[in-house]
């Protein structure tokens, strides 16, 4: 069982927002911008939350902020950097342009790892969502390998570790699974 005291927060946020044309962690749901709230969102569910990237313009956040080991190398660089700098069990890893990701899917997702799987990641609708879960430390090694020899799909550390692909299609609505990349995705899952 995954208990609070084991599992840490990694909230995904050194993207270029190429496609956005503004930093996509400073984007608005509500009153809070996509970082505050994956933070605080984090903040309740696991014993610390980092945010993965080299930026200066977080310090005002109840976060620690780590750079990228493999700089350019992608979100895996961001997961392995904060593995490497905080020893936990377990890590849940949250993407910044995943802004309304609820609070009860993270539980739910918590809820569905056990020490029989490496990384349990969400399925909607038969839709693979590979960045947002849990990883187990047990990985640090093998995402080191794949950082090393430039195997940076996500996709394939999910077939190279035992993975638990859980279907949170009858639980949970599409819009949990909004990424928002495009000034378009962003007025069609995110009224004002």
């Not at 939350?49 to 902020?65: K, L, Q, T």
């Not at 802004?99 to 569905?112: A, H, N, Q």
């Not at 190279?160 to 949990?176: G, H, K, L, M, W």
Request: aromatic share 10%; hydrophobic share 40%; net charge negative.
């Amino acid at each position: 069982m995954v208990t609070k005291d084991k599992i840490a927060g990694i909230v995904l946020a050194g993207g270029m927002s190429r496609r956005m044309g503004t930093d996509k962690a400073f984007l608005k749901v509500g009153t809070q911008t996509f970082l505050e709230k994956a933070v605080s969102s984090l903040t309740e569910l696991t014993s610390e939350v980092f945010i993965s990237g080299s930026r200066s313009d977080v310090a005002d956040f109840d976060a620690i902020v780590v750079p990228d080991v493999f700089p350019g190398k992608g979100p895996l660089a961001g997961i392995f950097s904060v593995m490497k700098q905080a020893d936990y069990s377990y890590y849940f890893v949250l993407p910044v342009d995943l802004p309304l990701v609820s609070k009860d899917l993270i539980k739910f997702l918590i809820s569905r790892h056990s020490e029989d799987y490496d990384i349990t990641v969400p399925v909607f609708k038969n839709k693979l969502h590979p960045l947002l879960g849990v990883f187990s430390n047990s990985i640090k090694e093998v995402l080191l390998q794949c950082l090393e020899e430039d195997k940076l799909k996500v996709k394939d550390l999910l077939d190279s570790v035992s993975t638990n692909y859980a279907d949170v299609s009858f639980r949970f609505s599409e819009q949990e699974f909004a990424n928002i990349n495009t000034p378009d995705e962003l007025n069609l899952w995110i009224k004002e």
